[in-house]
């Protein structure tokens, strides 16, 4: 069996293209390689040909997409012939919704707030407009409601086989409340004039038998239906009285009768605009078809991880990937509880892998959960990019990027703005359902009832646009010291930026955050409802984070795009190596077992398109000029109408970036294409000329054809042949820097992370574009042939082909295997560089008990490449200073640097700790 703590996992996207039985045959692969854990994307049953598996429909079942419960008996086994463990995305935080395939949600809105699973939602039941019964809205229209009636798209059924009664708009099934069949049916007998047929008689006695208000309930639904099946002939009636409500232009009273019956159901039909400023559940950040689960109800968490308990109890999962736990009412209660179930599950006790998706902002520190090893790895892919970036060449690009975008290169005011536009469009919905919430507790007290519901809005968005990371972690008992310190910090900066009078609001808000106000003597606002709001807030500011940062401010500020990746900083500079080498000692004290990460599925951009990027300030000077040179060439492809430039200035110095990360051997109709779906993803995502809430046809228009026109060599030759000379150039330095990338995940504290494909070159671009599929036949069959002797020298000559990365790789998951503890327990050691060229290389040493492995690595590659017009010349100056480690002679105490990189930008070396520095080699870190 694998180790409890993976050596090295590896992804797998499974989809209906990519099944268990795909996942199978790669297996040997997997192995061979050097990886011990599968790390899967989610595969429970997920929406009709998901691509990704996060919009589960229902947690109890695999994914029949992917081959049901045979297809995952072989995967298993294949699984366990090779020694390799399973690592499950699970997602705890929301379920698919609407449609025609979630049986809770289907439940839900047969029968409201009476469902067992309506308070498996998190649904505000008494927070829909217009409307004196509570529900649901349903934001799934595609035009107004009255016009969806007008035209007959929404349209009342029987379903002959369950004897039930629900409306269909296309493909969303929106079941009747049984409480209003009997109303039905006597309308259908009636306008099918069946009242003297025996089917009819029987119909109408059936109806009669359930009068009343909320008849037939949900004891009695059962029997009604079941019998309702039972009448011979009804089928034939009901389809003919249906007519009665068959809406539609010129049927104004069935119109009306359709109408009237959709009124009294526990949910409000509506068009999907309105999610922005009225829905009342919960999502996944701003998709309305994935709706927030309350883990925190005990029945909800049973019924939503009764297979992975099965799955634990089998043997047949290692470990959890706990995706967004920041949505989570309480992340640290649902850790607890999850243990608690894996501990039961099993019939020893036996370690459990458990790492979480979450961001962690600059400064801040990562909880410590019950049970999680880490997180995935995004802080670990920012460090490693900021400490191989040259930063003397920033200055350069903040000043280019301000003549080639007028967009100053400061950072706060683009994020800002952006979530500023997210508070107003995306997310309006749920901050009004927390402006509503902080009235109504304002207005429970004497002493507070005077603050103004729109001086509370204002008060409580100034706070959530200076809340500076995702969330924070308050529990019913009340907030930590670190909490609570961080609450205060922001409402100072909130009150700093308020005009208003201030009367005591922000403190009034303040003590409602920190739960002050739910304190005994202060019990008096309403101590739940205090609870509520707080706890509410909590999982707002994540979404309002992820939506304002990662997927707008990152598409509008475009200094340097190797910097705007999940969990990083835009403007972030160049980290020096000592702070690099302070963070891994803590990660290695603190967080040994964590994923390292340089490439995901949310990743913005390949690992190494990222590493081309990272080059540019090295060659900033050039880079300069040649945008300037670029917009020169390429003023006539601009596209323009009235106002409109597109691209605007901004989005065109993004697209040089994107094209010099991407560029492929060959430029053709693929990459074009490809090229077009990334530029108008990413315009709607900066929300500015265009938006997926409000798209503008003719900017993207503009474009695409600003693409086609750029990428054409008869109407760009000059711009194709400059650009295609500088990216050779770039590349060079972009793989050194990739193989330095490599080499600190590899071998850094932590569980390296591979996604599926990266051994060879990963150049992709953002979703969908990294999900392509991934030829393994070719990977295994090079694997096969260079992993007996790799011939560095016959790697490097072809080393655009990707060879050289999958053998660097396999050589380090080698080393990974050969010394188990050492990576899994071991120390993180600095290691001393001299020389002329130390600024250069990072070097230290994994060390446990007389066991070391020593790791170098270059960066900064431009002076050694003549700008990277050649390959590494090997004249670097320095060594690495190795005093307490036996590393060949027994009385050498450096590496010289030209010994090291004689071949290769990095280096390892396994080594023995001498004796007499054995408790020196220990270093500030723990053994795990």
């Keep these: 069996m694998p180790s409890a703590i993976p050596r090295a996992t ?138 969806a009636l007008d035209k007959g798209e929404i349209e009342l059924r029987y379903d002959a086989g369950s004897g039930s009664f629900a409306a269909w708009y296309y493909e969303h099934r929106l079941p009747i409340a049984p409480e209003r069949y009997s109303e039905i049916l006597r309308i259908i007998a009636s306008a099918a004039g069946a009242g003297n047929e025996p089917a009819g008689r029987a119909i109408l006695e059936l109806a009669a ?51 009237s019956l959709l009124e009294r159901q526990h949910y409000r039909l509506g068009h999907w605009r309105l999610a922005t400023s009225e829905i009342n559940y919960r999502r996944f950040f701003d998709i309305n078809t994935l709706a927030g689960l309350r883990v925190e109800n005990v029945r909800a968490f049973k019924a939503a991880h009764a297979l992975i308990r099965r799955l634990v109890a089998a043997g047949q999962l290692q470990g959890i990937r706990l995706d967004h736990i920041d949505g989570l009412h309480d992340p640290a209660q649902y850790c607890r509880r999850l243990l608690r179930l894996i501990r039961d599950a099993q019939e020893t006790r036996a370690p459990f892998y458990l790492v979480m998706e979450k961001i962690v902002g600059e400064g801040e520190r990562l909880p410590e959960f019950p049970g999680m090893h880490g997180t995935t790895g995004y802080e670990s892919l920012n460090l490693i990019s900021r400490v191989l970036l040259d930063g003397k060449g920033l200055e350069t690009l903040d000043e280019t990027w301000r003549q080639a975008s007028n967009v100053a290169p400061d950072f706060a005011p683009v994020l800002r703005a952006a979530k500023q536009r997210v508070m107003e469009t995306l997310l309006a919905s749920e901050f009004t359902v927390l402006g509503r919430l902080l009235a109504r507790i304002a207005g429970g007290h004497y002493t507070t009832r005077d603050f103004s519901a729109d001086s509370l809005r204002q008060a409580l968005e100034l706070y959530v646009l200076h809340f500076p990371v995702y969330r924070t972690y308050i529990t019913a008992a009340g907030p930590s010291s670190n909490d609570r310190a961080l609450i205060a910090e922001t409402i100072g900066k909130a009150k700093a930026d308020w005009f208003g009078a201030d009367e005591g609001v922000f403190d009034f808000l303040q003590d409602a955050l920190t739960l002050e106000l739910a304190t005994k003597d202060r019990a008096t606002h309403g101590r739940e409802r205090v609870r509520r709001f707080a706890l509410k807030v909590q999982q707002f500011t994540g979404p309002m984070m992820a939506k304002s940062l ?99 200035l901004a989005f065109e110095y993004m697209l040089y970036q994107a094209l010099i990360g991407a560029w492929p051997e060959t430029i053709d109709a693929d990459f074009l294409a490809r090229m077009k779906a990334y530029a108008i993803k990413a315009a709607r995502e900066a929300k500015v000329e265009t938006s997926w809430l409000n798209p503008q046809p003719s900017y993207e228009r503009g474009v695409e054809t600003f693409l086609e026109r750029t990428l054409d060599e008869k109407k760009s030759p000059e711009f194709l042949s400059s650009i295609e000379t500088f990216t050779r150039r770039i590349s060079t330095i972009g793989i050194l820097n990739s193989l330095s990338q490599l080499t600190l995940k590899a071998m850094m504290p932590g569980v390296p992370d591979f996604y599926q494909g990266t051994e060879f070159w990963d150049y992709s671009l953002v979703d969908p574009d990294n999900r392509r599929p991934v030829d393994f036949k070719a990977r295994e069959a090079e694997l096969a042939d260079i992993s007996k002797q790799p011939r560095w020298d016959d790697l490097i000559t072809r080393a655009s082909d990707g060879r050289i990365k999958l053998a660097w790789t396999h050589h380090l998951l080698t080393l990974r295997k050969t010394h188990p503890d050492l990576f899994a327990n071991g120390n993180y050691l600095p290691l001393e560089v001299t020389g002329p060229h130390r600024d250069h290389v990072i070097a230290f040493a994994r060390v446990h008990r007389r066991e070391a492995v020593i790791v170098a690595a270059m960066r900064w590659f431009s002076p050694f490449t003549d700008g990277g017009r050649t390959w590494l010349n090997g004249a670097i100056e320095g060594a690495v200073r190795i005093e307490g480690l036996h590393a060949g002679a027994p009385s050498r105490t450096e590496l010289p640097f030209a010994e090291l990189f004689a071949e290769l930008p990095v280096a390892t070396r396994e080594a023995a700790v001498r004796r007499a520095y054995k408790k020196a080699a220990r270093g500030p870190g723990r053994a795990a």
Excluded: C
């Design 209 to 259: 038998r359930y009068t009343g208000l909320r008849h037939p309930d949900r004891g009695e639904a059962p029997a009604f239906k079941a019998a309702l099946r039972e009448i011979d002939g009804a089928e034939a009636i009901i389809t003919r009285g249906l007519e009665a409500y068959r809406a539609g232009a010129g049927r104004e009273a069935q119109t009306k009768a359709l109408h």
């Design 550 to 648: 990662e997927d707008t401010a990152f598409y509008r500020y475009h200094r340097l795009l190797a910097l705007n990746e999940v969990g990083g900083d835009a403007a972030a500079t160049s980290l020096p190596v000592k702070d690099f080498h302070d963070a891994m000692q803590a990660r290695a004290r603190d967080f040994p077992h964590g994923m390292t990460a340089t490439a995901t599925h949310d990743t913005k951009r390949g690992e190494d398109a990222r590493a081309r990027l990272l080059a540019l300030p090295e060659l900033a000077g050039e880079w300069a000029s040649l945008v300037g040179r670029w917009k020169s060439f390429n003023a006539p492809h601009i596209v323009t109408e009235g106002n409109m430039r597109s691209p605007s």
């Design 10 to 147: 590896y992804r797998l996207q499974l989809n209906e293209n990519f099944t268990f039985d795909d996942a199978a045959a790669v297996a040997p692969y997997l192995k061979a390689l050097g990886i011990s854990h599968v790390y899967a994307s989610p595969f429970l049953k997920a929406r009709a040909h998901s691509q990704h598996g996060y919009d589960i429909v229902d947690h109890n079942s695999l994914n029949p997409e992917l081959g049901g419960d045979a297809a995952f008996e072989r995967f298993s086994a294949a699984l366990k012939r090779n020694d390799l463990g399973l690592i499950l995305d699970f997602v705890p935080n929301h379920m698919g919704v609407h449609f025609a395939d979630n049986p809770w949600w289907l439940d839900v809105l047969e029968w409201g707030p009476a469902s067992p699973y309506a308070d498996f939602f998190d649904i505000d039941w008494d927070l829909l407009p217009y409307r004196a019964k509570g529900g649901v809205l349903l934001p799934i229209l595609g035009n107004s409601y009255g016009e």
